[in-house]
């Protein structure tokens, strides 16, 4: 496939099929969105879920690089934003995870991939900062704006702010740091189920935000032209923030869940399909495991 250049929206992606699907005991404490599943039930249905999304994502003209993840020791390795992430100016990125069974998704294998076939010059290696109880989790705690190179944060236990201001530096780009709890008060654990940002929208949960960091985020919205997409309470509990933009050969998708395209009102959907075509994709196992459709793509930025 041609690639068709788009800073913020990847047309080639990562994803990770998983063969022994269960949702992580040990993310179950802080994840809000995470239920038990059965092993047995859950195992066949998420592959089959990811299968076809896969299919449906290639059938769009987004380019899928697929890894099978055969083994039991990482229920979470459908979500591999978190561990990695790639840049345009040539370099990867990997992440400090907050449970030790999420530290074991690095696979040097998708690594060496894309720098061969991407041509990736440099590799930043943040994972040693486990042993300081220091923790970044990819494209989870951070929502990249690639064109104004701004790094949106929710603060939380897995977003460091020290690794966050590395993982700046490397870029070029300036963080924006903020606070968001949900209705109960609980933290947003990660950014990326709060909002999503398109070269041209932002979806955002803006009454879990903290009304103190509310106007700084409407300014640089404002400033980069954004068209702002809220999403109510419930409608981030229904993956609505969880969503990505992809480019195909004829123009921008938006990917999201079925569950999370349902939740969406007519007008919202309507202000969306102005710059993207929607893709939902059904993903409802997954999803009991505490991440969507954004936490199942890497995107590949080069």
């Known amino acids: 496939m041609q690639n068709t250049v788009n800073i913020q929206a990847p047309s080639s992606i990562v994803m990770v099929r998983p063969h022994q699907f269960v949702s992580n005991p040990q993310t179950m404490a802080d994840n809000a969105?995470?239920?038990?599943?059965?092993?047995a039930q859950s195992a066949q249905a998420a592959y089959d879920e990811i299968t076809a999304a896969i299919t449906a994502l290639q059938n769009s003209g987004i380019e899928v690089h697929v890894y099978e993840d055969k083994g039991t020791s990482t229920p979470d390795s459908v979500f591999p934003n978190n561990w990695f992430s790639t840049h345009h100016n040539g370099l990867i990125i990997s992440y400090p995870m907050y449970a030790e069974n999420r530290r074991l998704e690095y696979r040097q294998d998708?690594?060496?991939?894309?720098?061969?076939?991407?041509?990736?010059?440099?590799?930043?290696?943040?994972?040693?900062?486990t042993f300081e109880d220091k923790f970044l989790e990819g494209t989870g705690s951070i929502v990249f704006d690639h064109q104004q190179k701004l790094a949106y944060a929710v603060q939380s236990k897995r977003t460091d702010p020290e690794l966050l201001d590395?993982?700046?530096?490397?870029?070029?780009?300036?963080?924006v740091v903020f606070n968001a709890s949900d209705e109960k008060n609980i933290p947003v654990y990660h950014t990326n189920v709060l909002m999503c940002?398109?070269?041209?929208?932002v979806m955002i949960g803006m009454d879990m935000v903290d009304t103190a960091d509310q106007a700084r985020l409407?300014?640089?919205?404002?400033?980069a032209g954004l068209t702002v997409i809220e999403l109510s309470n419930q409608q981030i509990h229904q993956f609505c923030g969880n969503a990505i933009e992809l480019q195909s050969d004829t123009g921008s998708v938006l990917a999201l869940s079925r569950t999370a395209y349902n939740a969406l009102n007519q007008e919202q959907r309507s202000t969306i399909a102005k710059y993207s075509t929607l893709l939902?994709?059904?993903?409802?196992?997954?999803?009991?495991?505490?991440?969507?459709?954004?936490?199942?793509?890497?995107g590949v930025h080069y």
Request: with cysteine.
């Open 166 to 175: 590395i993982v700046c530096k490397h870029l070029g780009y300036q963080a």
């Open 218 to 223: 409407y300014n640089h919205f404002n400033q």
């Open 33 to 39: 969105f995470q239920v038990p599943l059965k092993q």
């Open 280 to 298: 939902p994709l059904d993903v409802p196992t997954i999803e009991a495991a505490g991440g969507s459709v954004r936490c199942m793509i890497a």
């Open 110 to 129: 998708i690594i060496d991939f894309l720098q061969n076939h991407y041509n990736y010059e440099q590799f930043v290696d943040l994972r040693h900062y």
């Open 197 to 201: 940002l398109a070269s041209d929208y």
